[in-house]
C-alpha cells in the first residue's frame, strides 16, 4: 500500500502512516532524502523524522530505507541517536539498502552554490545536497551505501567524485572546495555504525508479500515536485509518484494493492514556484498561524492557500490514488466562509494540457466554489457524523472535486486524533 504526497508535500504523511502502521509488518520508504520531515506526535511527545520511515515507533514493525532514498550517513546517524535518546529502539530494526547514493558534504555545497548561481530565480531547495547527490546517481558515479562496506572501495569511489566535484566548486561556482581528507576520514568513521544495518531489503520484503504481510510505502515530498510531473523546474530531484515506490523499494506491482495520496484540507508549499491559489492576505497569514505551518526541515515559513482541486486531480491520475486521506481539517474551524479551487482560467491559452508549464501555470486565474464554514471546534473529533454538518459538506465536497473517496481524517496532531472512514489495512 502507497502513500503519497497529493500537492507540494507537507501534507501530514507521517501522520497517517503511523496511524496505520499499527497492521504493517514493514514501513519504507522508497525516495527523497533528509529533506523530508515527517512530525508524529504521540501522548504529547513530537518526533521528527527525515529518512527513518514512520513505522519506528511501532517496536515490531521492520523499517527499510529503500535504494530510491539518497543518505546522509551524518544526518541519518543524529536521527538514529535522536531516537535513541528517546527510548525508541532502531537499530535492529531498520534496514538500509546498500544501492542507495549517499549524500556527501560536497553535494551539499554544489546544493548551496547552484542555488546562489540562480541569483534572483532560486528553487528554494532545503539546501540539503538532494539533487547533486541524484546527478551523481544518475550520472553513475555516485558513492552508494555499499562502498562503506569496504574501506578501499569507499576511497576510490570518494576518489573520483571528490576530484569532480571539487573542480567545479573552485573553477565553475567560485565556491570554497571540500577538504576530501576530512570528508573521508568522517565517513570512515560513520561507516562501521551504519554496516550492521545494510543489507538488502528486496529477500525480506518479498517474504512478508508471500506470507500475507502488510508493507506501507511512505512517499516524502508531494505530486507537484515530482521531478516529470510538478511544476518543474520548481521540483525536487526523485519521482515522488507512486511508481517510484516499485523501483526505489525493490517490489514488483503486484505487491501495490492500494494507493493512497495525502493531502491537506488547504493547500502550502515550500520553495518558490506556481502556486494558483496562493492568499497573500490575512486569510493565507491566518492559515500559516493556526496550521503552524512553517517547515519540519529547514524551519521556513510555508506558502498558503485554498484548497486546489484541480492539483487533487491530477495527482489522482498520476498516481492511481483509490482515496484520499484529508488532514488539518481542524484549522479550517471558525473560518466564515471557504473556497475551493474548481479549474483554472488563463488570460490566453485554453489549452488545458500546458497547465503544467511553470510560467503560464502562474498566470492562471484560480476559479472558486463556496463554501460556508464552520464556528465548532473539530480538533480531536473522531466520529465522522459528529463533525459540523459544513465540516461534513467540505469532505463530500473534496470527495465529489477529486473523484475518489476520503477514506482518513486527521482532526489534531496526535496520534488519536483521526477519523478512519474506510476499512484500509
Ligand atoms: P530539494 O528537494 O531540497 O532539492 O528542494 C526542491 C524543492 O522541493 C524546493 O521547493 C523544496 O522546498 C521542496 N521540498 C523538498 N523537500 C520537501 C518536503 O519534504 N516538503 C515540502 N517541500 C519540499
Known amino acids: 500500500m502507497v502513500f503519497v504526497g497529493a500537492q507540494w508535500g507537507d501534507e501530514g504523511k507521517g501522520k497517517v502512516v503511523d496511524v496505520l502502521s499499527e497492521r504493517a ?27 527513518i520511515p514512520s513505522g519506528i515507533l511501532r517496536p515490531d514493525v521492520l523499517c527499510v530505507i529503500g535504494g530510491g532514498v539518497a543518505v546522509s550517513p551524518t544526518d541519518l546517524l543524529n536521527e538514529i541517536a535522536d531516537l535513541e535518546r528517546q527510548g525508541v529502539r532502531v537499530r535492529d530494526r531498520l534496514t538500509i539498502a546498500p544501492t542507495c547514493p549517499l549524500i556527501l558534504p560536497l553535494h551539499r555545497e554544489l546544493d548551496l552554490a547552484r542555488e546562489r548561481r540562480r541569483g534572483n530565480d532560486p528553487i528554494g531547495t532545503t539546501g540539503r545536497g538532494i539533487g547533486p547527490a541524484y546527478e551523481d546517481k544518475v550520472a553513475r558515479r555516485a558513492v552508494r ?76 515530498q508531494g505530486t507537484m515536485l515530482d521531478l516529470d510531473h510538478g511544476t518543474y523546474p520548481y521540483v525536487t530531484s526523485s519521482n515522488t509518484t507512486a511508481s517510484a515506490a516499485l523501483s526505489g523499494a525493490g517490489v514488483g506491482m ?56 484541480v492539483v487533487l486531480r491530477h495527482s489522482v491520475k498520476l498516481n492511481g490514488l483509490g482515496g484520499l486521506c484529508l488532514t488539518k481539517l481542524d484549522v479550517l474551524d471558525g473560518m466564515e466562509e471557504l473556497k475551493i479551487c474548481v479549474s483554472y482560467r488563463h488570460p490566453r491559452m485554453r489549452d488545458p494540457t500546458i497547465w503544467l508549464d511553470p ?50 481524517l486527521s482532526t489534531g496532531m496526535e496520534r488519536k486524533d483521526c477519523i478512519q472512514l474506510k476499512e484500509i489495512l
Open 25 to 51: 509488518q514493514a514501513v519504507v520508504r522508497f525516495q527523497g532524502g533528509h529533506n523530508a520531515g515527517h512530525t508524529i506526535y504521540v501522548d504529547g511527545v513530537k518526533t521528527v523524522l527525515h529518512l
Open 359 to 408: 510560467t503560464l501555470l502562474s498566470e492562471c486565474e484560480p476559479i472558486y466554489e463556496t463554501l460556508s464554514g464552520w464556528t465548532e471546534p473539530t480538533t480531536g473529533t473522531r466520529d465522522f457524523l459528529a463533525l459540523p454538518e459544513s465540516a461534513q459538506s467540505y469532505v463530500r465536497k473534496v470527495e465529489e472535486l477529486a473523484g475518489v473517496p476520503v477514506v482518513f
Open 254 to 309: 503486484r505487491d501495490i494493492d492500494a494507493v493512497y495520496g495525502i493531502t491537506k484540507a488547504y493547500t502550502t508549499r515550500v520553495g518558490w514556484g506556481p502556486f494558483p491559489t496562493e492568499l497573500d492576505d490575512p486569510v493565507g497569514e491566518s492559515l500559516a498561524r493556526r496550521g503552524r505551518e512553517a517547515g519540519a526541515t529547514t524551519g521556513r515559513a510555508r506558502r498558503c492557500g485554498w484548497l486546489d482541486a
Open 145 to 220: 551505501v555499499a562502498h562503506l562496506l569496504d574501506r578501499t572501495c569507499l576511497r576510490e569511489a570518494l576518489a573520483e567524485v571528490s576530484d569532480y566535484h571539487n573542480f567545479l566548486l573552485e573553477n565553475y561556482y567560485r565556491w570554497t572546495p571540500v577538504d576530501i581528507g576530512s570528508m573521508e576520514a568522517e565517513l570512515e568513521r560513520l561507516a562501521s555504525t551504519l554496516s550492521p544495518m545494510v543489507r538488502d531489503p528486496v529477500p525480506e520484503l518479498a517474504r512478508i508479500r508471500t506470507s500475507g504481510g502488510s508493507i506501507l510505502f511512505e512517499g516524502a
